[in-house]
């Protein structure tokens, strides 16, 4: 089945300093990538939708200058979380839509953010 | 408004019974739907999607889509603990453009 790669799967950093996660498409292109962040015993939150080539759509509530979303190639988008602070540490999760599974969403292993 | 309702649970089923997990769906739009499993601190794993009327079937578990009555559902057959989990439906608007829509997800525990 596809395969999308995200990395790392832990990091912890100094609040103050920026992360940068990976989500990459292994065996698909992916014209189009979802961030989401899930708080422990809380649902899956989309956070944006990123777009090959062109800027992402963040969602209402999303600061777009704190959460930069970059997606240069057709099988990679990345997620770098600016000036973390320890209210942004969640988990992080990327997913791509897939059409060999009729454009469902097969998603990364997510990264697990803690912020001291 | 796009919505897919779950109810939250959890539901609780012995280890050999059917679980039955159900949700519901706003707008008859949709195309297709989605049956994700999360187990705790983990990404979701896609199980099963439909789109047609009816019953599908891989194994233990069978998917039910009604689109007359807007629901769809997923049955577990002889469950097992290792089936613990937090089960998402997900709708699909918009075909090969179109985004996903989850629920918030049923947890499921599956006793000895």
């Known amino acids: 089945g596809a395969v999308v790669s995200q990395h790392p799967s832990r990091v912890i950093c100094k609040s103050g300093t920026s992360v940068k996660i990976e989500c990459r498409s292994l065996?698909?292109?992916?014209?189009?990538m979802f961030w989401y962040r899930q708080f422990p015993k809380q649902s899956l939150m989309l956070m944006a939708t990123s777009n090959e080539g062109s800027k992402a759509t963040y969602e209402q509530g999303v600061e777009k200058d704190k959460f930069l979303i970059n997606h240069a190639s057709l099988t990679l988008s990345t997620l770098t979380v600016t000036s973390a602070h320890p209210e942004d540490s969640s988990f992080y999760i990327c997913?791509?839509?897939?059409?060999?599974?009729?454009?469902?969403?097969?998603f990364g292993s997510g990264t697990r953010l803690t912020v001291v | 408004q796009k919505e897919v309702e779950q109810n939250s649970g959890p539901l609780s089923v012995p280890e050999g019974a059917i679980a039955s997990l159900n949700c519901t769906y706003s707008d008859r739009g949709s195309q297709s739907f989605f049956w994700y499993r999360q187990y705790s601190g983990k990404s979701p794993e896609l199980i099963m999607f439909?789109?047609?009327?009816g019953d599908k079937e891989d194994g233990r578990f069978t998917a039910q889509l009604n689109k007359a009555s807007q629901y769809v559902s997923l049955l577990i057959r002889d469950s097992q603990p290792s089936d613990s989990a937090t089960y998402l439906c997900?709708?699909?608007?918009?075909?090969?453009?179109?985004?996903?829509?989850f629920g918030k997800g049923t947890k499921l525990s599956v006793k000895p």
């Open positions: 439909i789109y047609s009327n």
């Open positions: 997913s791509a839509r897939e059409p060999r599974i009729n454009y469902g969403y097969t």
């Open positions: 997900a709708g699909n608007y918009g075909g090969s453009q179109g985004n996903l829509i």
């Open positions: 065996d698909f292109q992916a014209t189009t």
